[in-house]
């Protein structure tokens, strides 16, 4: 059956690569990020190979607009199905380098921007007696290290928002979190702190595709209604 599925963090990576395996799997995919350009050349290829995407300007640490990206998908196709909570960044550092902006800027988009995700789609599910949260924690959501300390704390958080979010929830409601391991995107381009930066050169040299992700979420949304796939963890063979 197609879905009206929503991705936020839809304009790189991993976020790109569900819009566009859901959208060649028959779903109408509405899609949001701050870069509009990159957004509409997403759209773009959707359309080229003959599937069906709307997209709308989207920063997830703006309440308002995300229950505006909500409410404009509801208005246009009646529905909202799946909302795929996906917009991150990773702006490492160890604590004593006191990057404070950028542990902030980490809360508001990996927590605050989820938590605006839920309030503006639970009531929409509740309403229609059904949906399915797709929530984008991380492998960081298991473990911490050097650097990571805060961006392992917001996926920790996610990780902890979307168990408890299937622990409320209706049954008619599906919860599902998504824990990538390293994962080719643009998610370390955001780091700024030299050490950081450094030690990134090892830890990403071995990748998985964005694609490998979009599977596994393409995956859990595929399945029966009765069916919550809760949790998937993907990682490359070669990462511990
Ligand atoms: P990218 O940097 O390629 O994608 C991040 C996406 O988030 C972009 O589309 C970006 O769009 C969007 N985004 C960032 N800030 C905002 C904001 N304020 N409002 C709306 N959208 C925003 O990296 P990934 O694809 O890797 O990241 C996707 C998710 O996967 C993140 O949650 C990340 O933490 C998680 N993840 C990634 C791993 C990896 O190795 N790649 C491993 C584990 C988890 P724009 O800048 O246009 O707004």
Redesign the pocket.
Known sequence: MSKVIAV??????????TALRLAADGHHVVL?????D??AAVAEKIRAEGGSADVRR?????RQAVAAFVEAAVAAHGRLDVLV??????PLSRLDALLVDEWD?MI???VK?LLHGIAAALPVFQRQGGGHFVT?????AHQVSPTAAV?AA??HA?WAISEGLRQESDPSIRVTT?????????????ITDPVAKDAMVTY?AH?IP?GA?ADAIAYAVAQPDGVDVNEMII?PTRQR
């Open positions: 936020t963090g839809a304009s790189s990576g991993i976020g790109e690569a949001g990020a701050r870069r509009e990159r957004l989207l920063d997830v640490t703006d909570g996906n917009a991150g960044v990773m800027r508001d988009v990996n921007g984008v924690a991380s492998i960081a961006y917001t996926k996610a998504i824990s990538p391991g390293v994962t080719e995107s643009e998610l370390a381009d955001s990403r990748t964005a992700i990682r």
